[in-house]
């Protein structure tokens, strides 16, 4: 242990007690031992206190106990349903997806895309008009007269209320005027028309027959 | 009561610990030694990740150092690199002291240091590579994890060994906590691999074993060992026996009861059962019950002691240490609870409270262990009492810059947040000096770690000249005035 060939004689300015019996063996004190000091009374009562606590939090907010309960604390009775929104808020909303083709003005593009304002289609069956959306329409098509061949897309994958929505605010705007389209016809053609491609001029007439 | 105290060590007990320590002396400086190396790779690549969040273009051009690689490997070098090998050191010395037994299987140990580091480094290399796992703290890819478990086994074994054959009737308290840490860690480890990285579970329950093994990494791994190593330090230096052993028994026994449930709160918020939350995070206010019975049995054992700090390096490092664990406990006992969070979750905040828990409580405690252990491992005295004091100063200070600059920040940013007024563009740049001030934290903290690095180096190699006395804060020792005297002879 003691293999210090040069010593130094550089001293510590104020060696500390501890510290002075610095010869290899003496430097180190006995291995650490336990003391057995009492464990205050006030020290027991905190840690009773910590867990009491605990116990609270836990009871209070558990949730539901459940895989399913996401919430902290159990929602008391029935939460109120969404107010219903109003489709013609909806309807512009979703209208953004038509724009490109049909305009904002809904006049389309002259030659190319047809337009909604004041067209027989938009304002006619609406039997008809939820079919064209939700499956889409190809080929020649008449509107107020002018021949149109351009592709509308099918738009299947949007919900029901969204459709209604829709085909409502389109039958309303630009001075159109015709009664709102209901989620349940929506729902019923697309039982309808299940499992049919896009229309052409004459499925399409075949089908409002 | 203050404790009076004990008469140094002589006789059998003195010449017992010379075989001991020169028994465990190869595989401990390896552990040590190369943990120091990994902690300075940690920080260069926090401080990285550091500058990158205030200066995005700072090394943008290098695929090998995006944020998301760069970060992942300063973590990760941190807990592994720097704690794994200075708390698995740590672990084989104080074993060994503590059942005065050599330390078995030196060879095994110093093939598994190697082992063990190798791994660390292409875990390193595979991060860097992009083959992270993804999964935050097991960011090592597959095939780098069984070069650190295997090596991690001989250390277990080992312990288990030299507790089977020890020569002491006593178990001390600090022999508990290292018992257990090599108890649960490889539980940990096992579980947590085969719940995320090895699939066993799929969606919330992945994320749950996650923040489990997550949050039990530092609580069941690196806290053990740090409150280990304060248990042997402190009564050690100040020569006087612990304050109460039924504390450290209740300390230690509600420690192990609930730190364990505390991972969870990390998820707050997230699509968990509710109770799963509250469990971790009633967990979390448990422990400040372990944390006031430790906090007291610590600063009841020093009181009267404390002008030691003055001088003794070790002293001063250790009491930092323990007071920055009550500090940082109490943080983050608080900090679960969800009404902390609606402000602090996913802020900087978390941030200042990792870093206060690993560079204030635990690193210093390991720098401590190492202050203590290596003049009687090397028989030679640290070189600079410079250096050392250059050392502690540089870990405080650059630790207080990170943590308040973290913390602070933090809350702010997170009031902000929850304001829906504020442009979340606002409050990015108003984070941004306290995230140079990080930096500035981090690059500290770093000349520190580097001034430890070269006392170190001195002490491992070996000197013609070397003092008599142990080297203490208050003298004027100074390494380049050996090297002078060594040229002159």
């Known amino acids: ?209 | 009561m203050i404790a009076q105290p004990l008469p140094p060590a002589i006789g059998p007990e003195f010449e017992a610990r010379v075989e001991v320590d020169g028994s465990s002396r190869a595989v401990v400086v390896l552990f040590w030694g190369t943990s120091l190396l990994w902690l300075t790779v940690a920080s260069l690549a926090g401080i990285i990740s550091s500058i990158k969040l205030h200066s995005p273009d700072f090394l943008g051009g290098i695929e090998w150092l995006t944020f998301g690689r760069i970060r992942a490997v300063h973590w990760d070098t941190a807990i592994y690199g720097f704690g794994g090998l200075a708390a698995s050191g740590t672990l084989l010395w104080l074993q060994a002291r503590l059942c005065q037994v050599r330390l078995p299987y030196r060879n095994l140990l110093l093939v598994g240091g190697v082992v063990f580091n190798i791994g660390i480094l292409l875990g390193v290399i595979g991060i860097l590579m992009g083959q992270s796992t993804g999964v935050e703290t097991l960011e090592f890819p597959l095939w780098a994890m069984p070069l650190l478990v295997v090596p991690y086994v001989f250390i277990v074994i080992a312990n288990f060994t030299m507790y089977f054959k020890k020569v002491t009737k006593h178990t001390y308290v600090s022999q508990w906590y290292l018992m257990a840490v090599t108890v649960w860690f490889p539980i940990l480890v096992l579980s947590a691999e085969a719940c995320t990285n090895l699939g066993a579970v799929d969606g919330v329950a992945q994320a749950i074993a996650n923040w489990w093994y997550g949050h039990n990494v530092v609580g069941l791994f690196a806290t053990p060992t740090g409150i280990a190593a304060a248990y042997y330090l402190i009564p050690k230096v100040i020569g006087k026996p612990i304050h109460s052993y039924h504390l450290s028994l209740l300390g230690f026994w509600s420690n192990a009861i609930f730190y364990n449930w505390a991972g969870t709160h990390h998820l707050t918020g997230g699509p968990l059962p509710a109770w799963t939350i509250t469990l971790g995070v009633v967990g979390s206010l448990m422990m400040f019950i372990p944390v006031i019975t430790i906090g007291i049995n610590h600063h009841m054992t020093m009181l009267g002691s404390f002008h030691l700090l003055k001088t003794s390096p070790t002293l001063r490092f250790a009491v930092m240490g323990s007071m920055v664990y009550t500090l940082s406990s109490f943080q983050g006992s608080l900090e679960a609870l969800r009404s902390h969070q609606e402000v602090t979750h996913f802020t900087h905040y978390t941030i200042g409270h990792v870093h206060f828990g690993m560079y204030g409580f635990f690193a210093p405690l390991m720098f401590a262990m190492m202050y203590y252990g290596m003049p009687r491992l090397m028989d030679q005295e640290w070189s600079s009492a410079r250096l050392i004091r250059i050392h502690f100063w540089c870990t405080l200070v650059g630790m207080l810059i990170y943590v308040f600059a973290m913390c602070y920040a933090g809350i702010r940013q997170g009031l902000m947040m929850n304001d829906p007024a504020v442009p979340f563009l606002n409050i990015v740049r108003f984070t941004i000096p306290y995230l140079g001030l990080r930096t500035l934290g981090g690059v500290i903290l770093l000349s520190g770690t580097i001034a430890f690095l070269i006392n170190f180096i001195r002490i491992i190699t070996p000197h013609k000249y070397t003092w008599a006395t142990p080297t203490l804060l208050d003298s004027e020792r100074d390494w380049r005035k050996v090297v002078a005297k060594e040229k002159e002879q």
Request: a negative charge; one cysteine or more.
């Open chain 1, 1 to 209: 242990m003691s293999q210090v060939t040069n010593q130094n004689p550089e001293q510590d300015p104020q060696p500390d007690p501890v510290f002075t019996l610095h010869m290899a063996a003496m430097r180190e004190m006995q291995e650490p031992r336990d003391g057995i000091a009492p464990t205050p009374v006030s020290y027991i009562i905190m840690c009773l206190l910590f867990v009491l606590g605990g116990g609270w939090y836990l009871g209070y907010y558990g949730g539901e106990w459940t895989a399913n309960g996401l919430s902290e604390r159990p929602i008391a009775g029935i939460p109120p349903a969404p107010p219903p929104q109003d489709p013609m808020v909806l309807g512009k909303e979703v209208f953004g997806a038509c724009l490109q083709c049909h305009q904002e003005s809904g006049l389309g593009v002259a030659g190319t895309y047809p337009p909604l304002a004041g067209s027989e289609y938009v304002l006619g069956d609406k039997r008809r008009l939820v079919a064209i959306l939700l499956k889409g329409l190809n080929g020649e098509f008449v509107v107020k007269g002018n021949t149109y061949n351009s592709q509308m897309p099918a738009w299947e994958i949007r919900e029901d209320e969204e459709i209604a929505a829709v085909l409502t605010y389109i039958r309303n705007s630009w001075g159109n005027k015709a009664d709102a389209v209901s989620k349940d016809l929506v729902t019923a053609v697309r039982k309808e028309t299940a499992g049919r491609g896009e229309w052409r001029a004459a499925t399409l007439a075949e089908f409002a027959k």
